[in-house]
């Protein structure tokens, strides 16, 4: 998959003017959480119930303990997105994440043990530019 044309090439195309993606296991790592966050059920699942201890307790804890849990980035997967009810939306995500899934499982499953804040961090300055980005385009069309 050329990763200039994935989901999440898209969502962190939002920052790289002043934050660039990461490249290497750090890179995965923070492509599968952007993975895990954009595919949470966001108007009927659980999660949307804590929307206020989401990113400083709820997600923090579910990606560290899954780190312990695993063996492999596919273990990893399962046991975070059953955590918290998240999928794939589309063809393109569910595509992407299966190449992810696909790298080397130790260096990212340490990147994701030992750099959680740090990583979570990124995603949500990248979940809010995505945001932000949408809302300007909405309030451009109307």
Do not use: K
């Amino acid at each position: 998959m050329n990763q200039d044309v994935t989901p999440t090439s898209r969502w962190l195309a939002t920052t790289a003017d002043f934050m660039p993606a990461l490249a290497g296991p750090a890179g995965e790592a923070e492509r599968l959480l952007l993975l895990v966050h954009y595919g949470i059920d966001w108007s009927g699942g659980w999660v949307s119930r804590y929307r206020s201890t989401y990113w400083e307790s709820l997600l923090p804890d579910r990606v560290i303990c899954a780190t312990y849990r695993s063996g492999n980035l596919r273990r990893w997967w399962r046991d975070v997105a059953d955590d918290l009810g998240s999928q794939p939306r589309t063809a393109a995500e569910r595509a992407e994440l299966e190449q992810l899934l696909r790298a080397e499982s130790l260096p990212v499953l340490e990147v994701l043990r030992f750099e959680t804040e740090a990583l979570l961090l990124r995603t949500r300055i990248v979940a809010d530019a995505v945001r932000q980005t949408r809302a300007t385009r909405v309030g451009a069309v109307a």
